[in-house]
C-alpha cells in the first residue's frame, strides 16, 4: 500500500533526512517506491538548491515527490520543469467550485492535461461528492482524495477501513 508523508520546509534542507529514510526503509524491509513525499512550493523556495540536492538523493532511492497545493503559490511554470517531482496535487479550492464555476473547472482540466504532458500523475484534494469524482475522471484526473472516500481517522480505525476496502 503506497504512503504519502507531508515535508516541512525545515525536512526539505536537513542533509541528515536521505540516510535517516534510508535507515528506516532497510530496518523495515520496505521498498523506497511505495512512499511518496509531499511538499509545497513555498518549502522548495526556502533554499532551493538544497531542497534539490536532498529530493535528488531521496528520488536516487526510489521514493516520489509529490507537489501539494498546486496553483495557489508563486512559482512560475519553468520552475515547474525544474522539479523532481512525479505528482501534481490540484488545490481542493479549485475542486470545491469546479461544478459551478466554468473559470475553475477549466483550471483543473488545464492542470490534469498538464501533468499528462509532463509525464506526471494528477491528484484532485478535497473530493467530496461522487459529481466532483466523475468529472474528474472524465478529465482523466489519476487519483483522487477526500471526504468522498474517508475522513482522518485514528490508526486503528483506518485499518478496519482498509480491510473492508479490500474486501
Known amino acids: 500500500m503506497p504512503l504519502s508523508l507531508n515535508l516541512t520546509a525545515g525536512d526539505l534542507i536537513d542533509s541528515d ?8 526503509l532497510e530496518t523495515w524491509q520496505l521498498p523506497a517506491e511505495r512512499f511518496t513525499f509531499e511538499l509545497t512550493e513555498s518549502a522548495m523556495m526556502y533554499d532551493r538548491q538544497r ?4 529530493m535528488m538523493r531521496l528520488r536516487n532511492m526510489g521514493i516520489r515527490f509529490a507537489l501539494d497545493d498546486f496553483g495557489t503559490g508563486y512559482s512560475s511554470l519553468s520552475y515547474l520543469a525544474t522539479l523532481p517531482v512525479d505528482e501534481i496535487k490540484i488545490d481542493r479550492s479549485f475542486i470545491d467550485g469546479m461544478l459551478s464555476s466554468v473559470d475553475k473547472l477549466r483550471i483543473v482540466k488545464t492542470i490534469v492535461d498538464l501533468t499528462h504532458d509532463l509525464g506526471m500523475l494528477s491528484l484532485a484534494e478535497g473530493v ?11 478529465l482523466g ?17 483506518f485499518i ?6 479490500r474486501a
Open 17 to 24: 533526512l536521505p540516510e535517516l529514510v534510508g535507515q528506516c
Open 51 to 54: 531542497s534539490l540536492d536532498i
Open 128 to 138: 467530496e461528492v461522487v459529481g466532483q469524482c466523475d468529472e474528474l475522471r472524465a
Open 141 to 157: 484526473c489519476t487519483r483522487v482524495q477526500g471526504y468522498l472516500y474517508g475522513k482522518p481517522m485514528p490508526i486503528a480505525a
Open 160 to 165: 478496519d477501513w482498509y480491510r473492508a476496502f
